[in-house]
């Protein structure tokens, strides 16, 4: 079955790892996760992405903060979809992080997600949804996904009309 390969910068990325986690569990995509950095660890870096095809990734998410230059590492390294998601790890609150990742050159694309734990969901659905294609089963659960998400938007509607109307 295809999976997701989650690459953290650092082991401080976990909690933003783990919102990814739990979203792929949801829709039951496996995932598979590793700690390697651009700067440190270029070589484990560059082995573990060239080799991701083999395990049957079929999307890579790119978790960093600071410099934020793994994604891009990552990209340069495969030809499999990359979604970056950027952390708030320092005094600028992510925006760094977030301007590393959006300007890649020409050829090397990442797709880039909001800073911090919504990004780290999108990532997630994102992933889905590429993986999705001819897979009927996981189709149905995205449809399903989206439906109960509008739902939700409804129910609360209804509920401050509610409310509201009592207020007077």
């Known amino acids: ?24 569990d949801e829709f039951g995509v496996e995932w598979e996760v590793t700690v390697s950095s ?12 060239k080799n991701a095809p083999h395990r049957g990734v079929k999307v890579i998410v790119a978790i960093a903060g ?12 495969t030809y499999i979809p990359v979604l970056a998601v950027p952390v708030a790890s320092t005094s600028l609150q992510g925006m760094d992080a977030l301007l590393s990742m959006v300007q890649m ?21 994102f992933s889905v949804q590429i993986i999705s294609a001819g897979d009927e089963i996981l189709e149905k659960k995205l449809l399903d996904y989206k439906k109960e998400m509008a739902e939700k938007v409804y129910k609360d509607d209804e509920e401050i009309q509610r409310r509201l109307k009592n207020r007077g």
């Open 38 to 49: 651009a700067h440190r660890t270029p070589e484990k870096t560059a082995d573990w992405v």
């Open 66 to 77: 600071a410099a934020a230059h793994l994604a891009g590492v990552v990209a340069s390294e």
């Open 105 to 125: 050159p020409g050829g090397v694309p990442v797709a880039t997600m909001a800073i911090g734990k919504a990004g780290a969901k999108n990532a997630a659905i």
């Open 1 to 24: 079955m295809s999976k997701v390969g989650i690459i953290m910068g650092s082991k401080s990325d976990i909690e933003i790892a783990e919102k990814v986690m739990d979203t792929l």
